[in-house]
C-alpha cells in the first residue's frame, strides 16, 4: 500500500509552470482588454 503516497497532488515543475502559464495568459489578456477599453473611452471623452 505504498502507491497511496502518489494520490497526493503533488505540485511538479511542469503543473507549476502549466498554472502559472495560463494565469499569465489570462493576465495578459485581461491587460489588453483593459487597455482597449481605456483607449475606445479616452476617444470618447
Same mark, same amino acid.
Given at each position: ?8 497532488? %503533488?505540485?511538479?515543475?511542469?503543473? %507549476? #509552470? ?5 494565469? /499569465?495568459? /489570462?493576465?495578459? #489578456?485581461?491587460? /489588453? %482588454?483593459? /487597455?482597449?477599453?481605456?483607449? #475606445?473611452?479616452?476617444?470618447? %471623452?
Amino acid at each position: 500500500m505504498e502507491d497511496n503516497e502518489m494520490s497526493y497532488p %503533488v505540485y511538479s515543475p511542469a503543473s %507549476v #509552470i502549466g498554472i502559472f502559464s495560463h494565469a /499569465l495568459k /489570462l493576465i495578459t #489578456i485581461a491587460f /489588453l %482588454v483593459a /487597455l482597449i477599453i481605456g483607449f #475606445i473611452f479616452a476617444k470618447f %471623452v
